[in-house]
């Protein structure tokens, strides 16, 4: 962690753009690491690669009196399509609002727009200037990703009554709990506000009676060894954080999530491991 500050004091840095790996990592050395060194020049830090916890908000807030901005963009898109301005008030979790020119929206699967606060596809009006123009010799997948009007970015957010958009999973992340809908990232949220939990990975499950329970994969920080009564600590602490219906079930202690070089936590890499499938491409696999 101390490296990374170095950098910073060094080369004088004022914007800082990074991943929430990254973030969660420096989270975990502790606050008195950054407090050794002169990081005044900073005057906005940012965040990219996946969707940022909102206790990293929080702690950028804590300890550089300022948050970490979030944004939302796709390779497809080519360009960052939704953000926290500069200008505008930091929700923590929340992905911001849309750029100037670029029309996003929340639709049910006939592509009619769900009230604030419901769970949907989150779909972009084509046209914007950086739109990618096809699939490497796939031009059926690339026909798939447009209908009625709009493209199909394949993720599920919902958006607030003040127009903020709040990312939700992967639409194939999705875990069907019971009749409950889970996003993945909801639920590592919570895990992630406690003391003892550095990352946590979730998945679905197979279950004969609920169709999948929630199941999660908890990295530890230092200090802390794994035991059942800190699994079932931890349980009790997402329950309480969420509702029993979309809590974990189950947690698995793991030194260290799997994770792509930049930096997204790869769940159907923990999902195969876990089932006993193939794991598939993994050429995009951070080294250990």
Known sequence: A???YEQIQKHKVTVWYTAPTAIRMLMKAGE???????????????????????????WGNDVFGMPFHDNWWQTETGAIMCANYPSMEVRPGSMGKPIPGVHIAIVDEDFNEVPDGEDGNLVVK?????????????????????RKGWYITG??????????????GRADDV????GHLVGPFEVESAL?????????????????????IVKAFVSLKD???????????????????????VAPREIDFIPSLPKTRSGKIMRRLLKARELGLPEGDTSTLEDD
């Open 175 to 178: 875990i069907n709990t019971a």
């Open 32 to 58: 008195e690491v950054p407090a050794r060194f002169d990081l005044s020049t900073l005057r906005y830090m940012c965040s990219v690669g996946e969707p940022l916890n909102p206790e990293a908000v929080v």
């Open 223 to 245: 200090g802390y060894e794994e035991s059942t009564k800190l699994r079932n600590e931890i349980m009790r602490f997402a329950r309480e954080k969420l509702s029993t219906a």
């Open 126 to 146: 084509p046209g914007w200037p950086s739109m990618f123009h096809g699939y490497w010799n796939n031009s059926e997948m690339y026909n798939s990703r447009f």
């Open 2 to 4: 101390s490296r990374w």
């Open 155 to 168: 993720d599920t957010a919902r958006k607030d009554s003040d127009g903020y958009f709040w990312f939700v």
């Open 192 to 212: 992630i506000e406690h003391p003892a939990v550095a990352e946590a990975g979730v998945i679905g499950k197979p279950d004969e009676i609920a169709m999948e």
